[in-house]
């Protein structure tokens, strides 16, 4: 058994929040660990907040909701509002500057990351955010490898999109490698 | 096709329930959408017709109903799957299904009601429409699980109960449990045990289409097999033929009930968590047994000895487990997405030996384990 | 003639519980004939039937019968079907059971063209349960829940099958037993959804209160009001106030969703699973 490590992703409808989930929750099953994946649903997912919650570890009936994120992915300024503050001490934040401020938190380890614009300026698909930010987020935290992340996204998205999905989580990585280094 | 070893897959609740489906032997499902029990149906849309069996969206739950009785009555393993608005609507088609003995399974996955509720959030609050919802005396046989994998096998358990017993079984999901992904290795579909419904021998003379064999289940004959005869949601003789004499409708209602009482041994279904030194027992089913284990753990390292009952059968109800239980611990809580519907018949098993208590809460979402936790935290100060 | 009460009746089934006078009795004596005419194995047959007292026919006869819930009949008959193809399935319903509590079932039965045969036994009044008004009543007609006189329109039950999609569509009376039978085979030869409307009479429940009462006035009536459909097309205006049509009354051609079914199963399961991956 594992400890138990919670990962909260979190934006606006149509950001791709929950395949996103879906994606990491399947990279981690990859590597013989067990997850537990959730999101909100109904009304929510289309427009409005959007959420999605993925359980590393932890044994296998326990509680299957985050109870403070180790980790929040935030892709909107609303998002990040409210769920920044449940972060656990010392937990890491990803934020997506192209829609969130920097925020004042301080006992959590910020990064702000230009994810929404990259997918824009360097792919002209905004639609490839989500992608950007899964890059970014198994980079920073290291929680999933890169070929377990790789092999998540091949079985998960369309043959049609792959490549561009591919080169998105790419991206994500460099941001990350970059703004590490900084 | 034997595969050596069985890959870790995610997989939602609802996807597991219908892969399970199919794995059981599965052949025909009708249904009508609703939400959240829709993946399951698609599911099926796209499964059954590549095997040559049958999916068919009904007019409504109604027809749901009874089209699944209609195929099982020729032989087919039936299935629909719904949730509360939906699951009322078929109450009278599955009394139909216990009268004529019909095998068939119904999957409800709670949300929250009264009527249309909150179609997206979870609930448990069809626990008793579960037991008591068609009119009439009758057995249930109710399962439900807490997690993917066990969906998945709770499933096949049911398709093979209601072949057994030749009478409808229900599982009950909640939502949570329909929509969390996790992890699940798939059995190998040689290592999965069905079981099929008993059938006349060839050309039996003697064959009646509901004289019970020795264990009180009438062998039952498909609908063009040969054995030509009248079902009926009426009282009917051992023919099948209508009746309005008291002696056989005691003998059939009588025998209806013992056919599943007198095996309740073979379904009762439940596991304990840290039972065994528990001076406070909480009893929780579905997803919030995966909270209330997380609350024990907690109040454990609070030095309380607390332990978790989670009934698995919901009916009939492992009502020994709590009359042995109530001997044994300070007091039960019993946590549930309801005003207390299991909570009353906890109470019943415990028979005033120990203290009940209800955790009950309807808004919507799931218990949390600290609301748990402090609740046994005051029972146990307080106790 | 074959004795099709000794033939097809199951030992013990008589007496039956319809009233002195009433027409079941009669239709079903032309549905019997029919099948014993189509030379249908038995086996082969199922023949399912709703609540009331035309449904209760189907406990008598000597076929695969499924008495099910009120209303509910059709959507039974969907299941046995699709289930099992090669069985003739035939409906038998009553006109409160079809029309009021199974209307949907009706309509959707019909949109679907499945290939079921559907007599519905109108009488004009829910019998069984002591002569209450049904959509097929008549406006007007004074029964135990309409004391004053119905006040709801009739609905014209053979119209909505023909709209909803229903591809054999006719109407006959208990007093034209002949052409009730010839009417069941013709439906049985199409391959669809066949449906036969058959005005019968409840002497109980309907003739004591509206009149006539005895049921040789009530056939009586049924051979005057009836016209065959071609005959019936051409007649006045004037001349038709207060008759009716008998016979084949709507026909179209469509396939059946048995055999869509099959076919799509049969293309899908050579081309195995389309669609994507399961990315929600």
Redesign the interface.
């Known amino acids: 058994m594992t400890e138990r490590v919670e990962i909260c992703l979190s934006g606006s409808g149509g950001q791709g929040i929950i395949l996103a989930g879906i994606i990491l929750a399947d990279a981690v099953i990859r590597e013989g660990k067990s997850v537990v994946q959730s999101q909100s649903y109904g009304p929510e997912a289309r427009g409005g907040a959007s959420r999605a919650e993925v359980i590393i570890g932890g044994d296998e009936l326990d509680y299957p909701k985050i109870n403070s994120p180790d980790i929040l992915l935030a892709m909107s300024q609303e998002a990040s509002d409210k769920y920044l503050k449940r972060l656990r001490q010392g937990g890491m934040g990803i934020l997506d500057s192209t829609y969130v401020g920097l925020p004042s938190e301080s006992g959590v380890k910020v990064f702000h990351l230009p994810i929404s614009s990259m997918a824009i300026t360097r792919l002209g698909r905004e639609m490839m955010a989500n992608m950007v930010a899964l890059g970014a987020l198994v980079r920073i935290t290291g929680i999933v490898g890169r070929e377990s992340i790789e092999e998540a996204v091949r079985a998960r998205v369309p043959l049609g999109s792959l490549d561009m999905n591919l080169s998105a989580l790419d991206m994500g990585r460099e941001l990350a490698i970059k703004f590490s280094s900084q | 096709m034997a595969s050596v070893m069985q890959m870790a897959r995610l997989m939602q609740g609802n996807e597991a329930v219908a892969e399970a489906a199919i794995a059981a032997g599965v052949n025909f499902y009708a249904g009508y959408p609703i939400t959240p029990s829709t993946e399951i149906a698609e599911f099926m849309a796209r499964k059954l017709p590549l095997t040559g069996g049958v999916f068919i969206q009904m007019e409504d739950e109604i027809s749901s109903m009874a089209a699944i009785i209609g195929a099982s009555l020729t032989g087919a393993k039936a299935i629909t799957a719904t949730s509360g608005p939906g699951f009322s609507l078929m109450q009278e088609n599955i009394g139909y299904a216990v009268m004529a003995e019909v095998p068939c399974v119904i999957i409800n996955v709670m949300r929250l009601g009264p009527s249309t509720g909150m179609p997206t959030a979870p609930g448990q609050g069809d626990v008793m429409q579960a037991r008591w919802g068609t009119h009439g005396d009758h057995p249930v046989i109710a399962l439900c699980p807490s997690s993917v994998t066990e969906s998945y096998e709770l499933t096949v358990r049911a398709v093979n109960l209601a072949e057994r017993f030749r009478t409808p079984v229900i599982l009950l999901l909640d939502e949570v449990v329909a929509h969390l992904r996790e992890r699940i290795i798939l059995p190998a579909q040689e290592d999965i045990k069905l079981i099929n419904r008993v059938k006349p021998a060839g050309n039996d003379s003697s064959y009646l289409p509901y004289r019970p064999i020795d264990n009180g289940i009438p062998p039952m004959s498909d609908i063009g097999g040969g054995y030509r005869h009248n079902v009926t949601g009426l009282v009917h003789d051992e023919r099948g033929i209508p009746s309005n004499d008291p002696g056989v409708a005691g003998a059939l209602i009588s025998r209806l009930m013992t056919k599943v009482a007198d095996y309740t041994g073979e379904i009762y279904m439940s596991d304990g968590y840290l039972l065994e030194d528990a001076e406070i027992a909480v009893v929780a089913y579905g997803a919030v047994a995966r909270s209330a284990r997380r609350a024990v753990k907690e109040a454990r390292q609070d030095q309380i000895a607390a332990g978790l009952w989670r009934p698995v059968s919901l009916w009939p109800f492992p009502g020994k487990e709590i009359e042995e239980l109530s001997r044994r611990v300070r007091c039960i809580i019993v946590a549930e997405m309801n005003s207390g519907q299991m909570a009353g018949e906890v109470e019943r098993h415990a028979g005033g030996r120990c203290p009940v208590v209800s955790l009950a809460k309807v808004n919507g979402e799931l218990i949390a384990p600290g609301e748990i936790h402090r609740r046994i935290r005051e029972v146990y100060t307080g106790a | 003639m074959p004795d099709v009460i000794k033939e097809y009746f199951?030992p013990?089934?008589l007496p039956h519980m319809w009233c002195p006078g009433c027409g079941t009795g009669i239709v079903l004596q032309s549905f019997l004939r029919a099948i014993h005419h189509l030379g249908y194995r038995?086996?082969?047959v199922?023949v399912?039937g709703g609540i009331g007292c035309s449904a209760r026919a189907?406990?008598y006869i000597?076929?695969?019968?499924?008495?099910?819930?009120h209303g509910?009949a059709?959507?039974?008959?969907?299941?046995?079907?699709?289930?099992?193809p090669?069985?003739q399935v035939f409906v038998i319903m009553g006109d409160g059971d079809a029309a009021a509590i199974g209307g949907?079932?009706l309509?959707?039965s019909a949109r679907r063209n499945i290939d079921l045969n559907v007599l519905v036994i109108n009488n004009s009044v829910y019998g069984m349960t002591g002569g209450q008004c049904s959509p097929l009543t008549p406006t007007g007609s004074r029964t135990a829940t309409s004391p004053y006189g119905s006040l709801e329109r009739q609905l014209n039950i053979v119209n909505l099958v023909a709209a909803a999609g229903g591809t054999f569509v006719a109407r006959s009376t208990a007093y034209h037993a002949k052409l009730t039978g010839e009417l069941i085979e013709q439906g049985v030869a199409n391959k669809g959804f066949s449906f036969i409307e058959v005005i019968s009479q409840c002497p109980t429940g309907f003739g004591r209160k509206n009149g006539p009462s005895d049921p040789a006035a009530m056939l009586q009536w049924q051979k005057d009001k009836a016209v065959m459909a071609e005959k019936y097309g051409k007649l006045p205006e004037e001349e038709a106030k207060g008759k009716f049509p008998i016979g084949v009354l709507f026909r179209d051609e469509a396939p059946d969703y048995t055999d869509i079914?099959l076919g799509?199963?049969s293309r899908?399961?050579r081309g195995?699973?389309s669609?994507?991956?399961?990315?929600?």
Do not use: C, P, Q, W
Not at chain 3, 62 to 69: A, E, G, L, R, Y
Not at chain 3, 74 to 84: H, P
Not at chain 3, 275 to 280: M, R, T
């Open positions: 199951r013990g089934s038995r086996d082969d199922a399912v189907v406990s000597d076929f695969n019968t499924v008495h099910t819930t509910r059709l959507a039974f008959a969907t299941g046995i079907k699709l289930a099992k090669d069985l949907n079932h309509i959707h079914y799509m199963s899908a399961g195995k699973e669609g994507g991956k399961d990315n929600d």
